[in-house]
């Protein structure tokens, strides 16, 4: 999969087969699109294109101040897209001057005279240029003028991938992980550098790798204690690159916390991960963690020997839900 991220630097298309969205979690819903997108460009001989935005759209059409929380940062997304046998992604910086585009500005001035789109696959519902004017109908006004094809995703289709997104944030953040994970069509995952923390955890002969998330955006399951596995990224390497096997590469068996801890009088919310059988020094490298199941809620304990108990018991129901 080819990426770009300046749309005056984009290669002539073969007769470019396009759909377009965010594709937040590139989910069971989002596959079946892409399915009807490859076959699509099969059938002409044709190469598959996805144009996304970034930032998100509601982050500057909002004056900045939105909150959002995504299922996938954009290096995840470009990971989970690159699996898909996508032929090219194009990443368009979403500015201020791009969302004053109006409805018919952005067909022509941008899709038509950037991509040269043979087909445009798109919701009903899609919404776009300034005020999101533009809809299905006027794409299907412009598209006969300017002699491209058009093709609607069917309306069962785009509920599921709406709901199952909607459904999908909410199971996260519950925590329901197994739901959430049914959804995906793979384990939910995220990102961190290991920092030092108050090594509390190897004095109760559980060593802990402490993270720290640098997305602001990335949505992270609720507090709780959870049966995870976790890949060690390589050294220099970004936390979502690319080049890493998403899903093949070697994973540890461990167990994550997250919450205040509040049996040491913990005010701060912390991610540790206690990776089973290995003991190296990994400060400074980028974790990958894949949540398979939530375990219970974070408890204050009446002091470090009950906790050391309750941590011997939730390693047993670890290695019995990854079993």
Same mark, same amino acid.
């Given at each position: 999969?080819?990426?770009?991220?300046?749309?005056?630097?984009?290669?002539? %298309?073969?007769?470019?087969? !396009?759909?377009?969205?965010?594709?937040?979690? @590139?989910?069971?819903?989002? #596959? +079946? *699109?892409? /399915?009807?997108?490859?076959?699509?460009?099969?059938?002409?001989?044709?190469?598959?294109?996805?144009?996304?935005?970034?930032?998100?759209?509601?982050?500057?059409?909002?004056?900045?101040?939105?909150?959002?929380?995504?299922?996938?940062?954009?290096?995840?997304?470009?990971?989970?897209?690159?699996?898909?046998?996508?032929?090219?992604?194009?990443?368009?910086?979403?500015?201020?001057?791009?969302?004053?585009?109006?409805?018919?500005?952005?067909?022509?001035?941008?899709?038509?005279?950037?991509?040269?789109?043979?087909?445009?696959?798109?919701?009903?519902?899609?919404?776009?240029?300034?005020?999101?004017?533009?809809?299905?109908?006027?794409?299907?006004?412009?598209?006969?003028?300017?002699? %491209?094809?058009?093709?609607? !995703?069917?309306?069962?289709?785009?509920?599921? @991938?709406?709901?199952?997104? #909607? +459904? *999908?944030? /909410?199971?996260?953040?519950?925590?329901?992980?197994?739901?959430?994970?049914?959804?995906?069509?793979?384990?939910?995952?995220?990102?961190?550098?290991?920092?030092?923390?108050?090594?509390?955890?190897?004095?109760?002969?559980?060593?802990?790798?402490?993270?720290?998330?640098?997305?602001?955006?990335?949505?992270?399951?609720?507090?709780?204690?959870?049966?995870?596995?976790?890949?060690?990224?390589?050294?220099?390497?970004?936390?979502?690159?690319?080049?890493?096997?998403?899903?093949?590469?070697?994973?540890?068996?461990?167990?994550?916390?997250?919450?205040?801890?509040?049996?040491?009088?913990?005010?701060?919310?912390?991610?540790?991960?206690?990776?089973?059988?290995?003991?190296?020094?990994?400060?400074?490298?980028?974790?990958?963690?894949?949540?398979?199941?939530?375990?219970?809620?974070?408890?204050?304990?009446?002091?470090? /020997?009950?906790?050391?108990?309750?941590?011997?018991?939730?390693?047993?129901?670890?290695?019995?839900?990854?079993?």
């Amino acid at each position: 999969m080819r990426i770009y991220h300046n749309t005056d630097q984009l290669p002539d %298309f073969r007769r470019a087969v !396009i759909t377009i969205g965010t594709f937040d979690g @590139v989910h069971s819903g989002h #596959t +079946r *699109i892409l /399915e009807q997108l490859r076959q699509e460009a099969t059938r002409i001989d044709g190469e598959t294109v996805i144009i996304t935005f970034y930032p998100h759209p509601r982050k500057v059409v909002k004056g900045g101040t939105e909150e959002i929380r995504l299922i996938n940062t954009l290096e995840e997304k470009i990971q989970l897209l690159s699996w898909q046998r996508i032929d090219h992604l194009v990443i368009v910086p979403f500015t201020e001057a791009f969302s004053q585009l109006t409805a018919e500005e952005y067909i022509t001035d941008f899709l038509v005279a950037r991509f040269h789109p043979h087909t445009v696959i798109i919701g009903y519902d899609h919404r776009f240029g300034k005020g999101r004017l533009g809809d299905y109908h006027l794409l299907e006004e412009y598209s006969s003028r300017l002699g %491209f094809g058009l093709q609607e !995703i069917p309306v069962h289709l785009l509920n599921e @991938v709406l709901v199952s997104s #909607t +459904r *999908i944030r /909410e199971a996260i953040q519950q925590p329901d992980i197994v739901t959430a994970n049914q959804l995906l069509g793979y384990p939910f995952f995220f990102s961190g550098t290991v920092v030092k923390g108050d090594q509390l955890g190897r004095k109760l002969g559980y060593p802990t790798a402490n993270l720290r998330v640098t997305s602001p955006e990335k949505l992270i399951p609720a507090d709780g204690i959870y049966a995870v596995e976790a890949t060690l990224l390589p050294a220099g390497n970004d936390s979502g690159g690319q080049n890493n096997d998403l899903f093949n590469s070697p994973r540890l068996k461990g167990m994550m916390s997250i919450g205040i801890r509040p049996t040491v009088g913990g005010k701060i919310r912390t991610i540790e991960v206690n990776l089973f059988d290995f003991d190296d020094d990994i400060y400074g490298r980028d974790l990958r963690v894949f949540v398979r199941k939530w375990l219970r809620e974070e408890v204050k304990f009446d002091g470090l /020997e009950a906790l050391k108990v309750q941590l011997g018991k939730d390693r047993e129901d670890t290695l019995l839900a990854l079993a």
